[in-house]
């Protein structure tokens, strides 16, 4: 395959990520919305790595999966409080939550 169609693929799901992280109220399809991007991101580093034969475009993808990993606990946690709150996931009520 060819590197401009995995270019392709991932400015795809980077335009749809982007698209539900600005467009979303729901906060676990806004972070879903992240998980998008941050593949994508995944996409490119491997796909650039294979280009150039370089195994650095592998290890910084593992990187970028462990701190989606940890990008989604502190998010689900914060996700959870506004439920606990609030009784929704509504991201537009949090403005009211200021102390």
Do not use: H, P
Request: hydrophobic share 60%; proline share 0%; with cysteine.
């Amino acid at each position: 395959m060819l590197l401009v169609q995995f270019l392709l693929l991932s400015s795809l799901l980077f335009c749809i990520g982007i698209y539900g992280v600005l467009a979303r109220k729901n906060g676990v399809m806004v972070l879903m919305s992240i998980e998008l991007i941050l593949n994508a991101v995944n996409i490119n580093l491997v796909a650039f790595g294979t280009m150039t034969s370089n195994i650095a475009g592998e290890v910084f993808a593992l990187f970028v999966i462990a701190i989606a990993a940890a990008e989604v606990g502190v998010g689900l946690a914060i996700v959870l409080l506004i439920f606990r709150n609030k009784n929704s996931v509504d991201l537009s009520s949090i403005d009211s939550m200021k102390g």
